[in-house]
């Protein structure tokens, strides 16, 4: 059914693609879903909303609305639970190669220093890595500017390095997947260098290149790196970078292009790589036309232009062909990265019966209503239970979700929900039972088995982040003192997760393999209090207690596989589960505040197996959980 203007928002709403969208809309408000379903709500139709709401939302709103919407067809079909699979039961763990073990004293982290680690993850009980871009660069955002995807970025080493990875990686049982970074190339990747040296090249088309307007960019899409999407070229065009100046967006309705990605990809699985995460795959596919971006949406999102290509119209059907080119023939594992993708489109991707994505990360949970990853605020994990139980409850079996708080994108979740070092150790066991006893794949970051906070910078020459120094820049522009600008930096740049992996309690946490070398960021000293050589030798640290989940994890079906019921749903400050297949039953218990708290009536005999604090009492103590096995 085509949507128009005479539809209802109860119409809208029980699109797919409606739904996330309006779902997205009423989290930057903070208001909750009861406030659109609700009798009289829903039946408003679009044209008397516009008329409501016209000082707020002018037409080109609603247009941009409808285009979104009448792009998406499909609907999900239930086609009943997919089959088992490696990577539904296993655990992965997420390496930042620059920041996880120098090992020749250059002060970056490099692929031996992963080999000189394995034994640790191994041990850890992982059973997948997980690597953030390692391919040539010339690291204008980390390596997510990729130069030549089949060269290894020489501070990390060559390619006899990444061998010998892969092999001792699947010599120990474990797998290995590799970042995929094809909505984008590095401005200096041979494809754009031809493009820029001959308008006539068939590369140009490889690029997304426009004439400017009225003496300006070709439209006012911006940046997530701040300022304009567009690039100004010698020849006097614009090319699109929706990232860094440096990062060009591909142009994916160039089926040679496509081509040339998917052979690519294929010489990677045909080295034995086991799969890869998608970087922003949601956005490879744009609105024809690259229209305007409307700025209703883009005060909204904070970015302008974001409705015109976070789920484009042909993205489906890009997913098809690469899964079929390059993924089906080698058996390998998809997830892919897809921001502002909510419940119902991740539907849409991950159906086993569509063979498009295995999986995706959605990051709706990572901020509470009403936030952004720049606000300082304390993370109420209420609205953690809350996504949980919807996400739980509403998709499909035939999809299967991602389980993290972590990763080389955000701030460390212990420090969202409570920077106090007295409830430290405690919450890091409670966001591993959560995310170990959950239904779904659990995605560990480094350094999050040994419970890493935020840092505690103090000035921006410590930052490193491309995309945090271009904010500060911006917010001088704007205005804003330096303290200021600084104070809302850092409350949320990617550099918190980046400083080096604190194996020991020496010099730099035992992260340079040379004496006297200093890390291409420096951490704030946490290393002497936090690593990972005093906590293996502690059984009550937060490793050990890591350890035991993994181990548990992998030795139950029904904390992978089981049905979930959750407990006492509706109590505020309590998590409460039940994972229970072929007549082996769990009970997971989370206090999810700072104080103490009544656990509920029980009605069953209960057998504790993990627990956060020692042995369960009647209370749950602050940020306490444990693991309950259910006896008949």
Known sequence: MTLTMRSTLGEVYAHPVGHDALDKVLLQVGRSPRWLTNPVVSRLRLSTLATLARRVAPPSFFEALLRLLNSEPSRYEDHGPGPRAWWKEAVFYQVYPRSFQDSDGDGVGDLRGVIQRLDHLRDLG??????????????????????????????????????????QVHARGMRLIMDLVVNHTSDEHPWFQAALADPTSPYRDYYVFRDGVDGGPPNNWTSFFSGSAWRRVPDGQYALHLFSGKQMDLNWENPDLRADIAQMVRWWLAKGVDGF???????????????????????????????????????????????????????????????????????????????????????????TPGHTRFDDYRYDLNYLKAYLMRWTRDYPSSCWMSLFYDNHDNPRMISKVNPDPAHREALAKLLATIQLTSRGTPFLFQGQEIGMVNQRFTDISQVRDVESLNLYDSLLADGQTPQAAFATVLAGTRDHARTPMQWTPDEHGGFCGVEGAVPWIEGDGDHRFCNVRDQAADDDSVL???????????????????????????????????RALDGE????????????????????????????????????????????????
Not at 146 to 152: C, G, K
Not at 562 to 568: A, I, L
Request: proline content about 7%; hydrophobic content about 40%; overall charge negative.
């Open 585 to 632: 039953a769990y009970l997971v218990e989370c206090n999810l505040t700072d104080r103490p708290q009544p656990t509920p009536r029980r009605h069953a005999r209960l057998e504790p197996v993990v627990g956060s604090h020692g042995t369960p009492l009647a209370w749950l103590r602050p940020y306490e959980s444990v693991v309950y096995r259910v006896l008949r």
């Open 544 to 578: 050990a207690f890591h350890r035991r989940l993994i181990a548990l994890r992998r030795a139950t079906p029904a904390l992978v596989y089981g049905d979930v019921r959750f407990v006492e749903a509706r109590r505020r400050g309590y998590l409460g589960y039940v």
């Open 277 to 367: 995460r998608l970087d922003v795959i949601n956005y490879i596919s744009k609105q024809p036309g690259l229209p305007p971006g409307d700025p209703t949406i883009g005060a909204l999102m904070g970015f302008t232009g974001v409705e015109n290509y976070v789920y484009g119209p042909r993205l489906h059907e890009f997913l098809r062909e690469l899964r079929a080119a390059a993924f089906e023939p080698f058996d390998a594992f998809s997830v892919g990265e897809t921001p502002g993708v909510g419940l119902e489109q991740a539907t849409l991707l991950t159906a086993a019966y569509r063979r498009e994505l295995d999986m995706v990360f959605s990051f709706d949970h990572l901020e």
């Open 126 to 167: 992982v059973d997948a890595l997980w690597l953030s871009p390692i391919y040539d660069s010339p690291n204008d955002d980390n390596g997510y500017d990729i130069r030549d995807y089949r060269a290894i970025m020489a501070e990390f080493g060559d390619m006899a390095d990444f061998d010998e990875l892969l092999a």
